[in-house]
């Protein structure tokens, strides 16, 4: 059984970084992908990045693009999510997710992820 552990959340001033781990054990998802989502108070979960674990090719949302970066190691099965410039709007709890075997069909979409973390929670204030 799959298990994915995040960390790397905490308490930070708008403008700054943080970067978001999570380790992955138990499951292998070499022939899809792996995601981040987040949850704010009161919202339901967002996607916010995505990546094709072989081919690298990433996937972000419009909002994110150009602050926050995706990546992995496929050696340490482990996915990252580098945030520059965050802001208060970006302060949510943060989720990494396995993709599903049709995870390709919609990889935006919280239906093809299989696996998924507890969350670490990310909190932007000034």
């Known amino acids: 059984q799959a298990q994915l552990v995040e960390s790397g959340g905490g308490w930070v001033q708008p403008g700054d970084s943080l970067r978001l781990s999570c380790v992955v054990s138990?499951?292998?998802?070499?022939?899809?992908?792996m995601g981040w989502f987040r949850q704010a108070p009161g919202k339901g979960r967002e996607f916010v990045a995505a990546?094709?674990?072989?081919?690298?090719?990433?996937y972000s949302l419009d909002s994110v693009k150009g602050r926050f970066t995706i990546s992995r190691d496929t050696n340490k099965n482990t996915l990252y999510l580098q945030m520059n410039s965050l802001k208060p709007e970006d302060t949510a709890v943060y989720y990494c997710?396995?993709?599903?075997?049709?995870?390709?069909?919609?990889?935006?979409?919280?239906?093809?992820?299989?696996?998924w973390g507890r969350g670490t929670q990310v909190t932007v204030s000034s």
């Open positions: 997710a396995g993709g599903g075997d049709k995870w390709v069909y919609n990889v935006r979409s919280q239906i093809f992820y299989s696996d």
């Open positions: 138990g499951k292998n998802f070499s022939e899809s992908g």
């Open positions: 990546i094709n674990w072989n081919e690298g090719h990433t």
